[in-house]
């Protein structure tokens, strides 16, 4: 059976510094209105933390072994991160006239 109901599309994720530079909020793509906090700084996981349940039962453990693994949530902030501070290092950098920016 076809249904002619529009589809609302899917949302779009959401990242936004948190309480330091390291940390950020990601939307959920699933759940709406629902974020996660991602640390890229967790001590205790090498290549950053989230609070999403993927997380909690396969990425963390994973890198409690040794292993790369992380969720998108992490990959979102780790993106935001990058663009943030190549943003930020392109200001400092003194062979940029003013004009290029």
């Given at each position: 059976m076809t249904s002619?109901?529009?589809q609302v599309p899917k949302q779009e994720a959401i990242v936004a510094h948190?309480?330091?530079?390291?940390?950020?909020?990601?939307?959920?793509?699933?759940?709406?209105?629902?974020?996660?906090?991602?640390?890229l700084g967790?001590?205790?996981y090498p290549f950053g933390s989230c609070q999403c349940r993927w997380f909690i039962t396969n990425c963390g453990?994973?890198?409690?072994?040794g292993e790369r693994r992380t969720c998108y949530h992490i990959e979102r902030a780790r993106s935001e991160f990058a663009d943030w501070a190549i943003e930020a290092f392109r200001k400092q950098d003194l062979n940029i006239s003013e004009d290029a920016m």
């Open positions: 002619n109901l529009t948190y309480d330091n530079p390291l940390r950020f909020m990601v939307q959920s793509r699933s759940a709406s209105g629902k974020a996660y906090l991602v640390d967790d001590h205790k453990p994973a890198q409690l072994r």
